[in-house]
Structure formats: C-alpha cells, structure tokens
C-alpha cells in the first residue's frame, strides 16, 4: 500500500521560504517519478511540479519556474520542493504524489491516482 507523508507547510510571508518534504513507502520509490500538486482555497487541484526517479530531470508549472525547486533522495525515500519567492497566489494545499507507472520522467495531473497521494501540508502566504 502506497503511503506518503507531506511536511514542512506552515504560514510565511510574501517573498519568503519554505521547504516541503514528502516521504513515501509502500512501493520502490527508486523507480517512479514523483509529483507535487497543490489546490487553492475554492480551486481545483493544479499540478506542480515532477521529477524523473532517478532525479535527472524536473518539470515546473510556468507560474513557479525560477521560484519553486524539486529534488529528491532515494536513499530515505524522500522528495522536496524549495519554494522561494513566495506570493499570496501559492496559498493552497500542498501533496506529493506518486507517478503511476515506473521508468516515466514525469506524469501529468489527469494520471495521478487518487490513493497514491498524501494527505497534504498547508502553506498560507500573507501578503
């Protein structure tokens, strides 16, 4: 059974920082890409960002490019995403997901299983 687990939300300012974390068991971690998707309060889940399994390539919504970083660590199962910059407009619920199939660098949001995504962190930007 997959399991994730998001940590790191928290409230911040405008142009402040944030580093999330997810960690995740239950299935080999080393061989799926990962996702991070966000709702806003009153919107629609939006995806984020992927990162391939092994890490060597990574994908970004347009309207976090250059602000949001992901990475991971297979060797504790974990993913992050650094989030610099942030605006009132990254408020949201935040989860990390697992890619559906293994060996694929990323997946898109209409992929994403609903069991293979954490229970979220909260990030709140005030302005």
């Known amino acids: 059974q997959v399991q994730l687990v998001e940590s790191g939300g928290g409230l911040a300012p405008s142009g402040g920082s944030l580093r999330l974390s997810c960690r995740g068991w239950?299935?080999?971690?080393?061989?799926?890409?990962m996702a991070w998707v966000r709702q806003g309060p009153g919107k629609e889940l939006d995806w984020v960002s992927s990162?391939?399994?092994?890490?060597?390539?990574?994908d970004y919504l347009d309207s976090v490019k250059g602000r949001f970083t992901v990475s991971r660590n297979n060797a504790i199962r974990e993913i992050y995403l650094q989030m610099n910059d942030l605006k009132p407009e990254d408020t949201a619920m935040y989860y990390c997901?697992?890619?559906?199939?293994?060996?694929?660098?990323?997946?898109?949001?209409?992929?994403?299983?609903?069991?293979?995504r954490g229970q979220g962190t909260q990030v709140t930007i005030s302005s």
């Open positions: 997901a697992k890619c559906p199939k293994p060996y694929t660098a990323s997946c898109a949001l209409p992929n994403l299983l609903p069991e293979d």
């Open positions: 990162i391939a399994a092994s890490g060597s390539s990574t």
């Open positions: 239950g299935f080999n971690f080393g061989l799926f890409a």
